[in-house]
């Protein structure tokens, strides 16, 4: 079972809704991580928060708006989205402060923009 | 910056025997090789890593062995089980502030019973 735990598992929503993505962690990770991963690839980075404060943005386009409340939550918040932005988005934390390979994921939400 | 390669796209074995996965980098500041497993409808877990300060780390059935000079490093899984069928995928992480993990493509296994 995974310590990293995101919710909602599964999200249908259209171009003009906003919806949001969360994500908790309890092991006392310094680092969380969002990643977008499409079918049959690797995960691809999008946002690091390195305790709390964001310190890498991958060039994502802002209709993602990343949010890191606390130590324990990460969220992501969606708006005007396109149907290209359909995908598994990936939560992480590590231990370590700053990024790192040491990632532990959680199960992912499975996001659908009609 | 950093590439990493990973070789075949698919491989399939018979249960019981061995896995060999294989995988190169490019940039030579990469200090941190960690393999995921990712299984269907799942998220990737980390399942043994390497530092190049090793050139090999077992962990029961799986191993992973590292070459500097070469610029590669596999995954070796022995008696394979259907358990094990998954997406595989290396990744290497060089030191530095703002570092970025970068994943292979991931390779496909398929354990046949």
């Known amino acids: 079972d995974t310590e990293v735990t995101q919710t909602p598992k599964h999200l249908v929503m259209g171009m003009t809704n906003k919806k949001s993505l969360k994500c908790e962690q309890h092991?006392?990770?310094?680092?969380m991580y969002w990643y977008k991963q499409k079918a049959k690839k690797p995960p691809e980075l999008m946002f690091v928060?390195?305790?709390?404060?964001?310190?890498i943005n991958e060039s994502v386009p802002s209709r993602f708006s990343p949010e890191c409340p606390n130590s324990s939550l990460l969220n992501l918040h969606l708006h005007a989205l396109q149907p290209e932005d359909s995908a598994l988005y990936l939560c992480a934390s590590s231990q370590a402060g700053g990024p790192s390979g040491e990632l532990f994921f959680g199960e992912g939400s499975r996001l659908t923009v009609l | 910056g950093e590439n990493v390669e990973q070789h075949p796209s698919t491989l399939s074995v018979q249960e019981g025997d061995s896995a060999v996965i294989k995988c190169t980098y490019s940039d030579s500041a990469s200090n941190y090789f960690p393999w995921y497993k990712q299984e269907l409808g799942k998220g990737p877990q980390l399942i043994i890593d390497?530092?190049?300060?090793?050139g090999e780390k077992k962990d029961q059935r799986i191993a992973v062995t590292l070459n500097k000079t070469a610029k590669h490093f596999s995954l070796h899984i022995t008696e394979t089980q259907p358990e094990d069928s998954a997406v595989y995928f290396c990744a290497a992480f060089p030191t530095g502030a703002n570092s970025k993990l970068t994943f292979g493509k991931g390779i496909t296994l398929s354990v046949r019973p």
């Open positions: 928060y390195s305790y709390e404060k964001l310190s």
């Open positions: 092991m006392g990770h310094r680092a």
């Open positions: 390497i530092r190049s300060n090793v």
